[in-house]
C-alpha cells in the first residue's frame, strides 16, 4: 500500500511585498506549506489578521501561478515564528 505525505498550501497575497523589490511589477505570492489541516487553519486565521495579506486560501494541491506575473515565497510551517502559529 503506498503511503502519501499529502502537504496542505496556504496561499496569500501580500500587499506590502507586492510591487518592488524582487516583485517589481509582480504580485508577491506568500505560500506556507502546512502538514495538517490544523496547521492551515492556524495561518489562515493569522493571515486575515493581518493587513498585507489578502486573497487567503486553503489549498489540497500545490498552487500554480503564472511566474511572469506572479513572485512565489514558499515558507515550511514548522519555520514559522510565533505571530504565525498562536
Same mark, same amino acid.
Not at 501580500?14 to 487553519?41: Q, V
Given at each position: 500500500?503506498?503511503?502519501?505525505?499529502?502537504?496542505?498550501?496556504?496561499?496569500?497575497?501580500?500587499?506590502?511585498?507586492?510591487?518592488?523589490?524582487?516583485?517589481?511589477?509582480?504580485?508577491?505570492?506568500?505560500?506556507?506549506?502546512?502538514?495538517?489541516?490544523?496547521?492551515?487553519?492556524?495561518?489562515?486565521?493569522?493571515? /486575515?489578521?493581518?493587513?498585507?495579506?489578502?486573497?487567503?486560501?486553503?489549498?489540497?494541491?500545490?498552487?500554480?501561478?503564472?511566474?511572469?506575473?506572479?513572485?512565489?515565497?514558499?515558507?515550511?510551517?514548522?519555520?514559522?515564528?510565533?505571530?504565525? /502559529?498562536?
Amino acid at each position: 500500500m503506498k503511503t502519501t505525505n499529502k502537504k496542505i498550501y496556504v496561499t496569500m497575497t501580500d500587499k506590502f511585498m507586492s510591487g518592488w523589490g524582487m516583485a517589481e511589477n509582480m504580485i508577491n505570492k506568500y505560500i506556507i506549506i502546512c502538514d495538517t489541516l490544523e496547521e492551515a487553519r492556524t495561518i489562515e486565521r493569522n493571515a /486575515k489578521k493581518r493587513n498585507e495579506m489578502k486573497y487567503i486560501n486553503i489549498k489540497r494541491d500545490k498552487p500554480y501561478f503564472n511566474p511572469k506575473k506572479y513572485l512565489l515565497t514558499f515558507e515550511n510551517y514548522s519555520e514559522l515564528g510565533e505571530i504565525w /502559529k498562536r
